[in-house]
């Protein structure tokens, strides 16, 4: 095809949106809901992931060393437990007796029987092993691989919390897969009809083109700028409406010291951070729904 | 050249033959009227010929191909060679007068330079160089038509099919459109017209292929009144 032929399809295209700017305005309303939708989905999901592994970075496993095992000689300890980073463990901090006791002393909660501690007079805390994992789902194989460390006298590990962790995971992993997918496929219904009845409305044009001998590409190429052209602008409308009801959203939480405290949201997405990213996915999503839902509906029409 | 042999066409196995055992031959260079009334088998026949389907038994010839051994990627290089007319004018309306003529020439692939010249040339045949940037909605039915001519012209086509031309026009304005298919015809162009009315080819003469039930009832020639 000639180039000046190219040209004149890419401007044919672009000039359709305004001719029939009314089916134009609804797919792009419809394309920019979508797309808001689905961004506003992934985004959520991302941060409620990175919420639950905020709180999954507070579960620890102590391990308790048996008190005849001189300090000195703990180090076979340590590289037997960062043995497992590859597997389970993220990191091992060594708490020596000293300090676990002085913990127990200026712990608030012991404040109004301090005097019990002056009265054992010698230390009966043990060294500990602070291990926090990174998968939480193998915890009782870490329980039970350092229960059988030798020199190891106790292990505390918080079975439920994590059972709870994972629970909660799987359930905001699966509701957020289930959601994401029910949208992207009424996103698609959606986008696939309002796509048709615009070509709908445009059938005899489509057919003359037929009759005077276009190939179903020279056809097509100008429907599927316009679709390109519409996702585009419905992609950088929905990302600025995302900006605005994310940040607002995350703002609300944020304010909530308390909340901050006990969820970590500290961590959780920060739009203005991806946000050239964001522009770049949500226009090229739109300008794929776009182009694609417009040629999908226009096969019958081909059929002259 | 049109030629079709034992052409029958039947949508549904055991309905009734749209087309029965239809043998024609058409010349280059002829401008022959088809006439016949509904359901003789006329868009039957012309859906055959712009290869909009195939024929359920028999062949096919149009401007050298053979039209039921064609396949579907050959279609769109089959219809340039042809141009057709229709009864509503099938115009794109949000496209001018000009625009309308061009884009035969742009789907055929043709230069901007040949488009500029080519284009105001059949304007000019059809008396329409002052329409140019008019759009369809803003012109009278008989001028809608000789947009439709020029366009259907403007590739040079080898053969032009003119269904039912003259139908949604005013009749003083017939005569008009079908002596612009004669001077078309003229300039060597094969020109196929289908109509229903019978003064029009009464006044013009000419070979005549009548349809009645899906056969050929009668192919000749008339003495025309045109002079």
Redesign the interface.
């Known amino acids: 095809m000639r180039s000046s032929n190219f040209s004149y399809l890419v401007k044919q295209g672009v000039v359709s949106v305004w001719h029939n700017r009314i089916m134009s305005f609804a797919s792009f309303c419809i394309l920019m809901v979508s797309l808001l939708l689905i961004g506003l989905a992934v985004l959520i999901s991302l941060d409620i992931s990175i919420v639950i592994g905020n709180i999954e970075d507070k579960n620890e496993i102590l391990v308790f060393v048996d008190g005849d095992v001189p300090d000195s000689e703990l180090s076979y300890i340590t590289e037997i437990l960062q043995s497992y980073n590859n597997e389970f463990v993220d990191r091992v901090v060594f708490r020596p007796k000293e300090e676990a006791w002085q913990m127990a002393r200026d712990n608030p909660i012991y404040r109004d029987v301090k005097a019990l501690f002056d009265a054992v007079g010698e230390n009966p805390m043990p060294s500990t092993f602070v291990v926090t994992l990174w998968d939480i789902t193998r915890i009782n194989e870490a329980a039970d691989i350092f229960r059988a460390i030798e020199g190891v006298e106790e292990i505390y590990a918080p079975y439920d919390f994590a059972e709870i962790l994972i629970t909660i995971r799987n359930t905001f992993s699966m509701i957020g897969i289930a959601i994401l997918s029910a949208l992207v496929v009424v996103c698609l219904v959606i986008i696939y009809n309002t796509a048709r009845s615009s070509v709908f409305a445009r059938r005899m044009q489509i057919n003359i083109m037929k009759h005077v001998g276009a190939t179903n590409a020279f056809i097509r190429i100008p429907f599927f700028i316009e679709g390109m052209f519409i996702g585009i602008l419905a992609g950088a409308a929905s990302w600025a409406l995302t900006r605005v009801a994310y940040n607002s959203v995350v703002s609300v939480f944020t304010e909530d010291i308390t909340i901050l405290q006990i969820f970590g949201l500290a961590n959780v997405i920060v739009f203005d951070d991806i946000m050239w990213l964001a522009l770049a996915a949500n226009c090229f999503a739109g300008a794929m729904l776009g182009a694609i839902g417009t040629i999908m509906s226009m096969g019958k029409h081909l059929k002259v | 050249m049109v030629e079709l042999k034992n052409v029958d066409v039947y949508y549904k196995e055991g309905d009734v033959e749209a087309l029965n055992d239809v043998n024609l031959r058409i010349n280059d260079g002829e401008f022959v009227f088809i006439v016949g009334s509904s359901g003789a088998g006329k868009s039957t026949l012309l859906k055959l010929l712009?290869r909009?389907r195939k024929p359920t038994n028999g062949r096919v010839f149009v401007n050298g191909y053979n039209l039921s051994k064609l396949r579907e990627g050959k279609v769109?290089?089959?219809?340039?060679?042809i141009g057709?007319i229709f009864q509503d004018f099938?115009?794109?309306?949000?496209l001018t007068v000009y625009e309308n003529v061009a884009?035969?020439l742009?789907?055929?692939?043709r230069?901007?330079r040949f488009i500029r010249q080519r284009v105001p040339y059949v304007l000019n045949l059809v008396r329409l160089s002052d329409k140019a940037r008019a759009y369809p909605s803003q012109l009278s039915g008989g001028e809608q038509q000789r947009v439709a001519i020029a366009?259907a012209f403007a590739s040079d086509p080898g053969l032009i099919i003119a269904d039912e031309p003259t139908g949604n026009i005013d009749p003083e304005l017939s005569y008009e459109i079908v002596e612009l298919l004669k001077d078309i015809n003229k300039c060597g162009t094969t020109v196929l017209m289908v109509t229903h009315e019978h003064d029009l080819v009464k006044y013009f003469g000419g070979r005549i292929i009548s349809l009645k039930k899906g056969s050929v009832d009668f192919d000749d020639y008339i003495g025309g009144n045109d002079g």
């Open positions: 712009t909009e769109p290089k089959f219809r340039r060679s057709m099938r115009l794109i309306p949000n884009f035969v742009r789907v055929t692939d230069s901007r366009r």
